[in-house]
Nanobody, 122 residues
Framework: QVQLVESGGGLIQAGASLRLTCEGS????????VAWFRQAQGQEREFVAS????????NYAVSVKDRFTISRDNTKNTMYLQMSSLKPEDSAVYYC???????????????WGQGTQVTVSS
């Protein structure tokens, strides 16, 4: 089992950059694929990016590709989402999630963090 805690969210202007962090607890964190999802108010949760346990495989939503970068440091049980060129439509609660094997489907993830709010002002 793994517990996840996100941090790094906040209020930021359009065009700026922000880095989110997801810290995992438990000795098996490095065995899990991890991902970022986001949910804007009144909308469904959507896939943002995922990374395999070894960092060999990454996957991005079209809407964030070339602006966001997902990475992880298994020595620190930590995963990151570097976000640049932020847009107001990127505003949402961002969640990290973990499962064995990467996926774009939220329903396939077993473990979730509590979320961190990102608000991008125009």
């Amino acid at each position: 089992q793994v517990q996840l805690v996100e941090s790094g969210g906040g209020l930021i202007q359009a065009g700026a950059s922000l880095r989110l962090t997801c810290e995992g607890s438990g000795r098996t964190f490095s065995a899990y694929a991890v991902a970022w999802f986001r949910q804007a108010q009144g909308q469904e949760r959507e896939f943002v990016a995922s990374i395999s346990w070894s960092s060999a495989l990454t996957n991005y939503a079209v809407s964030v590709k070339d602006r966001f970068t997902i990475s992880r440091d298994n020595t620190k049980n930590t995963m990151y989402l570097q976000m640049s060129s932020l847009k107001p439509e990127d505003s949402a609660v961002y969640y990290c999630a973990a499962r064995f094997g990467p996926s774009r489907r939220a329903e396939e993830y077993n473990y979730w963090g509590q979320g961190t709010q990102v608000t991008v002002s125009s």
